[in-house]
């Protein structure tokens, strides 16, 4: 088809599809101004996910400060996040008392002694926009449904709150972090039975006597 044959209608459509490629170029590259939540800057964030009623007969939580849990959004397989903080309590019942002032306490519900409810705190770079914090494509709000899963969990919960952090705060928090593994570590050599060189030693010197004795005490045979 030559220029000459072309039709003003042709050539509407040839600028529409130019543009439309334009705009799609403009999308990938992130620079579409007409989109509706542009990326305004990417920063560390800080969201709690909420785990209600998790049965733990271990003796040890599950979660622990400074190890990584992949995370699971929405059914969707999203990466590893380092956790950063975690808080616990064994499930509550209320009990009724006679006092006007205060008529009930708050006391642990010994109908589920293995039932807990964890708040636990990691951390990702997240994609700052006008509607909200976006990680993995998704949008962090309190609500959201999420999955954590570990070495040997694999709980479902929800997130309860979300914070962007400055800077100052990023480095409390590492900070807080390496403090508490350094704990757990120090925790865990105290815990791990410390051989005694020097009883072993006094017993292997005992019985090694004890065999020189006994090869005294032998009697001897007579040759005839």
């Given at each position: 088809m030559n220029i000459k044959e072309l039709k003003p209608l042709d050539y509407i459509i040839i600028v529409a599809v130019i543009a439309v490629i334009a705009i799609g170029v403009l999308v990938f590259l992130g620079k579409n101004k007409f989109s509706k939540s542009p990326v305004e800057a990417t920063k560390k964030i800080a969201f709690?996910?909420?785990?209600?009623?998790?049965?733990?007969?271990?003796?040890?939580?599950?979660?622990?400060?400074?190890?990584?849990?992949?995370?699971?959004?929405?059914?969707?397989?999203?990466?590893?996040?380092?956790?950063?903080?975690?808080?616990?309590?064994?499930?509550?019942?209320?009990?009724?008392?006679?006092?006007?002032?205060?008529?009930?306490?708050?006391?642990?519900?010994?109908a589920q002694p293995y039932q807990y409810d964890f708040i636990v705190t990691l951390v990702d770079d997240a994609k700052i926009t006008k509607d909200g914090a976006v990680v993995g494509g998704n949008k962090i709000k309190i609500g959201m449904p999420i999955v954590l899963e570990g070495f040997n969990y694999r709980v479902g919960g929800t997130i309860s709150n979300v914070q962007i952090l400055e800077d100052k705060e990023v480095e409390a928090i590492n900070k807080f972090v390496q403090e508490q593994k350094?704990?757990?570590?120090?925790?865990?050599a105290q815990a791990t039975p410390v051989k005694?060189?020097?009883n072993e030693s006094s017993q292997a010197k005992s019985e090694s006597e004890n065999k020189d004795t006994n090869k005294e005490e032998a009697p001897k045979q007579t040759v005839k």
């Open positions: 709690q996910v909420m785990l209600k009623s998790v049965s733990v007969t271990d003796s040890k939580m599950p979660f622990k400060i400074g190890e990584e849990s992949f995370i699971t959004i929405r059914n969707v397989p999203y990466t590893k996040l380092q956790i950063v903080d975690v808080l616990y309590q064994t499930k509550k019942t209320i009990l009724p008392i006679n006092n006007p002032q205060q008529p009930f306490v708050v006391i642990d519900d010994y350094l704990l757990q570590n120090m925790e865990e005694n060189t020097a």
